[in-house]
């Protein structure tokens, strides 16, 4: 039985995870659950599943929940998710949201565990000093997100093949086709309504201004070590195509299926193997027939073009990059600035910022705080 302990159960990644474990529990045993503020819902997620330990955000929540789960370890803040990180698991999974997934990844592979990700800022802010640790310690770096899965799955087989390219698919958002006058005043509301997807609030944000795709740049960067130039984006609405590679002799191999992320939830829960599930299967009959592909506009939607440009320049501009992102999102969802104003943010904090190399572990965090005072 695979010993799974989960780092932000009680999103929506953690909450699909939970899914695929609810249906198979011979196989798979949580040992470790964290949220950040649904206690509630996690107080849930405690009873069914019975955790060796409990990560909150704040001591006040872990008193409350040690004193309602008696024969339960509970942990709060960084010092806690470092616990999770290092406890006794065969798998973890970390679908933290933003920076703060950095560390526990980190200190997660210092202790010799295999990793399933869905938290891409890992990469995107430490990419160069994740994968050196993943090579030292020999251990798996599973992407659970649909565009990497679907990449990694299609190089399943093909190890040591060249690569000629990666081709990422994008859903272009709830805001696809808008040209700028009609970004000046849309919503939070409309932003986070996104066509295909049900996600968190901030991933659903960063597909609206295409941002997200820019994350998934670098962070394929890192995982598949295949260079920025080498990775093409394209707009694919129906989201049945989730990624392709396309090899040194042209052959292209694409991975299809209809959204869901209970499908790379299960490969990285079940690697090397695949599990029987009855999710709804792809009809291409009717899913497939009306299947499309178009060129990302990148004069309207620049946050793109701006994580390459980060990636290009590499050191500390992708963790400011990241950083600033990650606060201007909140404060359009707190109806503080307007949706364009985060692309117009970001640039002007990268083109104000003077880069630093070869970065530790505190370098990487002291950088992202300097970062989101601005």
């Known amino acids: 039985m695979k010993r799974i302990a989960i780092l932000g159960s009680t999103g929506s990644i953690g909450s699909q995870a939970l899914d695929i474990v609810r249906s198979n529990p011979e ?88 990793i399933a990700f869905a938290n891409k800022e890992t990469l995107v802010a430490g990419g160069e000093l994740i994968m050196k640790k993943v090579k030292e310690k020999g251990v798996d770096l599973l992407p659970v997100d649909s565009e990497h899965s679907a990449i990694f799955q299609c190089l399943m087989g093909n190890e040591g093949k060249k690569i000629k390219r990666l081709i990422l698919t994008a859903s272009g958002g709830p805001f696809r086709g808008y040209k700028l006058d009609m970004l000046k005043s849309v919503t939070p509301s409309q932003a986070l309504c996104h066509p295909k997807w049900k996600m968190g609030s901030k991933i659903t944000v960063d597909s609206a201004t295409m941002m997200n795709k820019g994350l998934e740049i670098i962070e394929a960067k890192w995982l598949f070590d295949v260079e920025e130039q080498n990775i093409e984006v394209v ?19 694409a991975q299809m299926g209809l959204p869901d992320m209970r499908v790379p939830l299960s490969l990285a829960f079940s690697y090397p193997e695949r599990l029987d599930n009855d999710f709804p299967s792809l009809n291409l009959l009717e899913e497939g027939r009306n299947l499309t592909f178009e060129k990302p506009d990148n004069v309207t939607f620049r946050c793109m073009d701006l994580a390459r440009e980060a990636c290009r320049k590499g050191g500390s501009y992708p963790v400011v990059m990241n950083g600033v992102n990650e606060v201007l999102v909140q404060r359009f969802i707190d109806g503080k600035i307007k949706f364009l104003d985060i692309q117009e943010g970001i640039e002007q904090a990268m083109h104000r910022h003077d880069p630093v190399y070869n970065l530790s572990i505190d370098e990487i965090m002291e950088i992202d705080r300097e970062a989101r005072l601005i």
Request: hydrophobic residues 40%; glycine residues 4%.
């Open 27 to 114: 196989l798979f045993q949580i040992t470790v659950l964290s949220c950040a503020t649904r206690t509630d819902e996690l107080k849930s997620q405690i009873k069914e599943f019975s955790p060796e330990l409990v990560v909150v955000e704040k001591e006040t929540q872990a008193l409350h929940i040690a004193k309602e789960c008696p024969n339960i370890e509970v942990a709060f803040g960084e010092e806690g998710l470092k616990a999770a990180a290092v406890s006794d698991c065969d798998l973890l999974l970390n679908s933290l949201m933003g920076i703060r997934g950095l560390i526990p990844t980190y200190y997660a592979i210092e202790a010799g565990h295999n």
């Open 235 to 253: 707009v694919h609405p129906q989201s049945i195509v989730h990624s392709m590679v396309e090899f040194s002799d042209t052959s292209v191999m």
